[in-house]
């Protein structure tokens, strides 16, 4: 299997998962499109907003500006406050990080919030979903490395260079040499 390097936004919105490749451009707009507005990534859940939030490459590293949009964005567990005055504040991404959009001052993911992720991988043509509706445990292993799942949250990351796997409830995401089993 061929990993291609990058930076990536791996995006879930109602149970499906899409890849961006944030290389392609230097400024992404993240929102809700209207007659007025055409976001470059575009969410649909009527809690995002028309003008959410940019990720944005500057002088060769990644942030997020959100605009302090009404329902906002919880990054790495945490909700995005507005800087002094009101003002945005730039957030230097690394790989890794979660985003959640539009699920308000709270970290509850739900069919109405949009999970995302900044990776450096680019697993976009190997993504498959395993049904793990009502499953207390799950095993995932990658290699000799392997996890064992107990009751977990949604949004649950795992995460390697050779491969990634997404709880999100009824349904697990994928990719690479990650693999899952049931217990």
Known sequence: MKIKKGNYLVLIENGQLNTYSLD???????????????????LHSATVSRKHGKFQNMDGIWFYLDYNSMNGTIYNHKHIDSGLKGRRKPIMLKYGDVFLF????????????????????????????????????????????????????????????QGIAIYMGDLTYLAGDMNMSCL
């Open 24 to 42: 392609d451009k230097s400024i992404w707009e993240v929102g809700r499109s209207s007659k007025s507005n055409a976001p470059d990534i575009e």
């Open 102 to 161: 539009g699920g308000g001052k709270d970290e509850i993911i739900s069919e109405r919030t949009i999970w995302g992720l900044f990776a450096e991988n680019d697993f976009s043509g190997e993504w498959r979903t395993e049904i793990t509706k009502d499953m207390d445990q799950i095993s995932l292993s990658c290699g000799s490395e392997k996890t064992t799942l107990v009751k977990p949250g949604k949004g649950t990351m795992i995460y390697s260079e």
